[in-house]
Every structure is written in structure tokens, then in C-alpha cells.
């Protein structure tokens, strides 16, 4: 299996543009996470999905976030619109649900926002 | 909601030398503490990982040990090298929703 699979790695975008991160979990995992990673903040989880179903958008900052899981082997995480403070790695990542196994992730998307 | 807290935040030893981290947690209920390794520009990654029936574990330089009763684990590094130094998150799981600790980040000097 490839792991899990994010696009595009790099995204270098506008102030108020849309910006959609995607990802491909690993085959046969049915928990998927979408983390921000800052230095200020360190990992944050923003939501987590069972078996395509978000659990927990807690994390999510505001309405400019949205994630959506289709189907099992696909995520996205959109912000509408993109502002500068949300420039960070996103990283998504994959795991079975029996909850003591653990997580993969994947290489991350670098959002820069100017 | 689950709360770890990871000390120290930085960490710089001599190279052969120890390096220990340690994590506590609030939810009882945390029952899989995963340790993971993030290289500069790099994803995390798992290094070593216990389960709540289990108090210790190691695996050659790297060891984990758990208490239940405290709410508290540990990572520790024995023999250091320069390729040890990363940034290193604890976690805990309670059902399976990950809580990530703030993360240390370990300097082995030659």
C-alpha cells in the first residue's frame, strides 16, 4: 500500500480564495483524521470521520472550514475563504477504528496564504 | 476531553547520553499511548506504541513505560545519536480519537 495519500503537497494561494486538500486513506482503514500543524499550536485535530461519518468537527476553527468524506477512499478539507493565519501543514491521516492501533499519515499539504 | 500535557518542551543531551519524555493524560478511559517521531519537513511517524494491560515496552534504544494509576507515560531514549533528534508527540486514544501532546523537541549534540 502507498500509506496515505494528500494533494497537492505545496499550495501557495491568495487571501479569499478557496483552497480543497485532498486525501486518500490507506485501503481498509475507516478512521480518517484532518490535523493543522503550527508552531504555535502544534498538532490540532480539526475533525475525525468513522466509516465516512464525521464524529467530531469540534476542532474545526469557523464556517470557513469544511471536510467532507464521500466515500471510503477519499477526503477533502475545503476553506472558503482562505485567510493568511491559516497558513500551516494540514496533515490527514488514517487509522483502523478499534482505537489501539496507530495512526498513519500522510505527507502533509503546506498551505501558504499571502 | 482528553488533556496531555508533554514536558520538556526542548531537549538537548550529548550524544550517547539519555533523553526521557513525559506525558500525562486526564482520561482514565485512554487505553492506547502511541509515541511518533517527526523529522524537519516530514510527516509523523510511529516509533513505538503500549497498550493500557501492558506497563513497559522496548524495542532496542527506545523504551515506553506506562502508569495507569498516575495517568502518566514516558519515552525514553537510551545511547543517543544525532539521528534521534526530531520533534516527538506523545499520544493517547480514548475510543479512537487521537490526543496529541504538545510535542518535544530533542537535540542530540555530537
Known amino acids: 500500500d502507498a500509506g496515505v495519500i494528500q494533494s497537492p503537497r505545496h499550495e501557495v494561494t491568495e487571501m479569499g480564495q478557496e483552497v480543497t486538500l485532498r486525501c486518500k486513506p490507506i485501503s481498509g482503514h475507516n478512521s480518517l483524521f484532518w490535523y493543522r500543524q503550527t508552531m504555535m499550536r502544534g498538532l490540532e485535530l480539526l475533525i475525525y470521520f468513522n466509516n465516512n461519518v464525521p464524529i467530531d468537527d469540534s476542532g474545526m476553527p469557523e464556517d470557513r472550514f469544511s471536510a467532507k468524506m464521500p466515500n471510503a477512499s477519499f477526503s477533502t478539507l475545503k476553506i472558503q475563504p482562505s485567510e493568511p493565519r491559516d497558513s500551516a501543514v494540514y496533515f490527514c491521516?488514517?487509522?483502523?477504528?478499534?482505537?489501539?492501533?496507530?495512526?498513519?499519515f500522510g505527507q502533509g499539504t503546506r498551505l501558504t496564504v499571502v | 476531553g482528553e488533556n496531555v500535557e508533554q514536558h520538556p518542551s526542548t531537549l538537548s543531551v550529548q550524544e550517547g547520553d539519555s533523553a526521557v519524555i513525559k506525558c500525562t493524560y486526564s482520561?482514565?478511559?485512554?487505553?492506547?499511548f502511541p509515541w511518533y517521531k517527526q523529522e524537519l519537513g516530514k510527516r509523523p511517524q510511529l516509533i513505538i506504541d503500549?497498550?493500557?494491560?501492558?506497563g513497559e515496552k522496548k524495542d532496542q534504544r527506545i523504551a515506553v513505560t506506562l502508569n495507569k494509576t498516575a495517568k502518566h507515560f514516558s519515552l525514553h531514549i537510551t545511547e543517543t545519536q544525532p539521528e534521534d533528534s526530531a520533534v516527538y508527540f506523545c499520544?493517547?486514544?480514548?475510543?479512537?480519537?487521537?490526543?496529541f501532546g504538545t510535542g518535544t523537541s530533542l537535540t542530540v549534540i555530537p
Open positions: 503500549i497498550r493500557s494491560n501492558v
Open positions: 491521516a488514517s487509522s483502523l477504528i478499534t482505537g489501539v492501533t496507530e495512526a498513519f
Open positions: 499520544a493517547t486514544t480514548t475510543g479512537n480519537q487521537f490526543y
Open positions: 482520561d482514565s478511559a485512554s487505553n492506547y
